[in-house]
């Protein structure tokens, strides 16, 4: 498995745009007039169908665009061909919302020439607020002409919003001795919470893999990977992943579990979780990546519980942002996860690139060195290690530390 | 129902006291060198015996206090006469927890000519520090010597760790043509969400009445006060409301449902609903009550869920502190609480002293003047009032908004 570049366009046959259509405001820079705008609209193209899986929000208050994407793939029994995407503007919550989120799916087949059914849409940004259409009727003729297979990052912007960095990453890997490609793009910052904890990402493979293994595939990555990351326990209206397999990399099609389908996950996991990280890590105002990592549990679904609940520990978060070994917290929080174990045998260390330093031992704390705690709390990368002795399952979750800048960040966030 | 002074000396034959022992930091003041310390230390003592109904929190990382509390309470079925209470320090995770609180009502209990197992022990502030119990040994003469019918703000700041004001609160109520009196003092700022939604809460009244009946009256009771309240999503691993009746008001003992009961309810409602109030505009680093009504509810749980969920959104409580109308995260909020219903039906509306204004009907915006909503939010106490529309329930819960000074204040706690 070989980290490449690429993203979404790392994969063969997937093209790629991103342009500025006019649903963000102007990024007016004075001393830099020439400054092009940020991109708020972005399309992926198949060369060919595609397999298709995809996951959404579990909230009860869905993006218009989500409910377009799940018909839409309804109907195609698991295909497709496009992704249109905006951000800026959540399009939810509006009287008129499914209305324009299919509009923007017939705009966009009819540019590319495929069938509007064929198109995913996505939507990010402001809740709430009326999403003006006209931009996207003007710009859906550029941003078609600009498709590219090196148009990854010009799309991978096109979906931030809050977001300080855009977020890409890919594999290459083999099947049955095809060269295989599988990589991705997510948005998120803030209204982040497990099930499905980020907001936006995109997944392309040339592997070729049947809808429903590839929703297997999903379902099962999901969990350990998004599903393990809070930035501030808001589980967002437009969340989704979607997976689209175009087949291009030739291999023999995965229509069950076997080595191939293990190799694929193993794939998809390495690009999900790297992702996941990177939203962490780009968590709203975040100055620290936080992870949690969970060890000697009795079961896998008890490991998760645990870990997601340290790392959504607001209390914790504020300990971390201000370098403090708290590590009470830490236990705190493993106290009030939805899960059952014996608290008594629980350690606790904390561990940077510094060093490592066991705080809590048996449920009990330790005697330890504050200065050393102090340096390795100084690490922008901060993992909390928790074992519960009591198991052999293990499982990792990401957040990040909580900042004057969220609460900055999102104290005005519709102007 | 008349509100009175008193706290949780307002019941006859209450005697409370509060002193400086030497666990919190001396409070230095170079300008005010007479300047009296912080109390941390505080004693409760009912002139007779009392029934005594008590909730816990319901981490499982449990304080030691509340661990010896709960066994002093089975061992006398639900009779107490005293209440030691320290601050600073939480004596939870020490290997010599139990010993420690054990050893504070020993202390209390030969100090007052006592049983140990009459006392009721609680400690509250950090967590995993191992508890100097000498201070308390020096302590406990004074202590007890300083108890009085009016030492209930002695003690009420004697519980004190964040909080920035102390609070109290008392009625005075009939029962068969008795006067009767019921308050309280609470403390809690952080580490503070549902399931025991608060630290430390020490209720008293003179009331007759059956330690069987005093437990159902506050578990329901709880249930729409303490439990409705959220500052920032940690369940603490000492929270325990008490509450002690000595029936010095000279009712016929309540031992049964009737309208008696009711009063009393009634009486604990207002005593335990205003100090939640309170808490909540408390909350640590907060400038602003949040208080959302939710009403037109199939069950009284959906209530409370939605009102708990919306109160507890991060990224609200961001946008109350930034003043910026941003209902979309309340309609999000809305949508993950774990309730069904029909969100469509949904109508919200912000509202405080300085108007009330619609911002969402049907489950879609509608329009709304910005300067109006202003306005509105720029109030230091607001409230968000949900209708579902699809039923008769309804239910408050309690928080406040999410400050830089929260994240200052939990950035360094331990110091």
Request: hydrophobic share 40%; aromatic share 6%.
């Amino acid at each position: 498995m070989k980290v490449i570049n690429g993203g979404i366009c790392a994969a063969k046959g997937f093209k790629a745009s991103g342009i500025y259509c006019g649903i963000k405001k102007p990024a007016i820079d004075n001393k830099n007039p020439d400054k092009p705008h940020k991109n708020d609209l972005g399309l992926i193209l198949s060369d060919t169908l595609c397999s298709t899986a995809a996951v959404y929000t579990t909230n009860k208050v869905k993006g218009a665009p989500i409910l377009v994407t799940k018909k839409n793939l309804e109907k195609t029994n698991g295909k497709s061909r496009a992704v249109i995407v905006n951000s800026k503007n959540a399009n939810t919550c509006n009287a008129d919302g499914e209305e324009k989120a299919t509009r923007m799916c017939v705009l966009a087949a009819n540019e590319l020439g495929i069938k509007a059914e064929e198109v995913i849409v996505a939507s990010t940004g402001v809740i709430g607020q009326i999403l003006p259409i006209e931009p996207i009727e003007n710009g859906i003729g550029e941003l078609a002409e600009k498709l590219s297979y090196e148009g990854n990052e010009e799309a991978a912007t096109a979906i931030m919003t809050t977001d300080t960095i855009k977020k890409e990453y890919a594999v290459e890997f083999e099947i049955d001795d095809k060269i295989c490609h599988l990589g991705g793009m997510a948005k998120g910052s803030g209204m982040i919470h497990p099930n499905m904890a980020t907001t936006l990402n995109f997944i392309t493979t040339d592997v070729a893999i049947s809808s429903e293994m590839l929703q297997k595939a999903l379902d099962e990555i999901v969990k350990v990977t998004y599903n393990c990351l809070s930035i501030d326990g808001d589980t967002s209206t437009n969340d989704m992943v979607s997976l689209m397999a175009n087949g291009l990399a030739g291999n023999n099609e995965i229509t069950e579990t076997n080595e191939a389908f293990e190799t694929f996950k193993t794939a998809l996991y390495e690009v999900m979780a790297n992702l996941t990280r990177m939203l962490a890590k780009d968590g709203e105002g975040a100055s620290k990546l936080l992870e949690c990592i969970c060890t000697g549990c009795p079961t896998k679904d008890d490991a998760i519980i645990i870990a997601k609940s340290v790392i959504g520990s607001t209390l914790f978060k504020c300990a971390i942002f201000g370098e403090d070994a708290n590590w009470g917290r830490v236990l705190c929080a493993i106290g009030y996860a939805d899960a059952e174990f014996d608290i008594t045998k629980v350690d606790v260390d904390l561990k940077s690139e510094f060093g490592t330093v066991a705080v809590c031992r048996n449920g009990a704390g330790v005697e330890f060195s504050e200065e050393e705690a102090a340096k390795i709390l100084s690490s922008d990368e901060i993992q909390v290690l928790v074992n519960l002795n009591q198991g052999n399952e293990n499982a990792t979750a990401w957040g990040c530390d909580l900042t004057y800048d969220y609460v900055k960040i999102n104290g005005d966030y519709r102007t």
